[in-house]
């Protein structure tokens, strides 16, 4: 089965698709360390610029695809934002429409923030509305439904609209509950860095390992509650952002690169390129691995019940 990536930022729902056994046939992208990221894990062809400069003429190459997933920028509709109904980034599901229109796979799998639920446009009408009118405008069967990461091995607490839509006159599936995992069973990398597995992170200052020394499991340092946030090592992580600044539960440090990654469920062999902080944002704007396997194993069965 043959699937494209869009907005594919370093490989999460490529992977995950991957690991359930599809065939990765292109994936667009545009940020080079995530671009660099992708393509020295993942398979499929790079379309290597901002989508919207991405012309019909060249993905029309791309045939038989059985499905498109990907996740447009949700900066706009995520409730820890601004939620701005004039952000241009809210606009961007309408090219995950254009592909669709274009290369009609038989399935698409769009992913988005919970939030995009309420979020309204600038006419004040519902944006989860526009999406369903665009697809079924196409003739897709749309369905939406809030997904949770931690019901599919991801030791994380991470909420998602998951869109799937079909041609093929069969009933759209979500993945059934896949089983638990915490995060004790993923933190158990030593105190040290270890540059060859990417377990390397920020060295604070002296007075930050003091401080962090005091911090309860599952409370925050500092003003901004949503970081520096100490895990809680028999439970899930909050949701993992872009910033990387979690707490370990048992050292005074930050958590590291590949903490994070084990976090998304990424497998420990998969590498990120760039700067430490590059990585983090990969890693935090990443669909979880195991979450992405999850829904691509409900879409076979769908292509096989077709």
Not at 42 to 63: A, S, T, W, Y
Request: aromatic share 12%.
């Amino acid at each position: 089965m043959k699937f494209v990536d869009i907005f594919a930022g370093c490989g999460g729902m490529t992977k995950g698709f991957e690991l359930a056994g599809y065939e990765p046939e292109g994936f667009v992208e545009f940020w080079g360390p995530a671009m660099d990221t992708h393509l020295e894990n993942c398979e499929g062809r790079l379309i290597g610029r901002d989508i919207n400069q991405v012309k019909d003429k060249e993905i029309e190459g791309l045939k038989d695809i059985d499905v498109i997933c990907g996740g447009p920028p949700c900066q706009g509709f995520s409730m820890a934002g601004k939620r701005d109904p004039k952000d241009t980034r809210n606009r961007l599901f309408e090219e995950f429409v254009r592909f669709v229109k274009v290369i009609k796979p038989k399935v698409f799998v769009m992913e988005n923030v919970a939030g995009i639920g309420s979020m309204q446009n600038l006419n004040g009408d519902l944006v989860i509305n526009e999406v369903f009118k665009a697809f079924t405008d196409l003739g897709y069967e749309v369905d939406c439904k809030i997904l949770n990461s931690s019901n599919y091995e991801v030791p994380e607490r991470r909420r998602r609209a998951i869109f799937i839509g079909n041609r093929i006159g069969v009933k759209n599936q979500y993945p059934k509950f896949k089983g638990k995992k915490f995060l004790k069973e993923v933190l158990d990398l030593q105190y040290e860095q270890d540059e060859a597995i990417q377990h390397i992170y920020e060295k604070n200052a002296t007075k930050n390992l003091y401080k962090y020394s005091y911090v309860e499991e599952g409370k925050s340092y500092g003003l901004f509650k949503s970081t520096n946030k100490k895990l809680k090592s028999n439970s899930f992580a909050c949701t993992i952002t872009k910033s990387g600044r979690y707490i370990h539960p048992e050292y005074n440090r930050l958590i590291s690169v590949r903490e994070a990654a084990r976090i998304q469920s990424f497998p420990d062999d998969f590498k990120f390129s760039g700067t430490v902080n590059q990585m983090y944002m990969q890693i935090g704007n990443a669909v979880p691995v195991m979450m992405a396997k999850a829904i691509a194993e409900s879409v076979k069965e769908m292509l096989n019940g077709s």
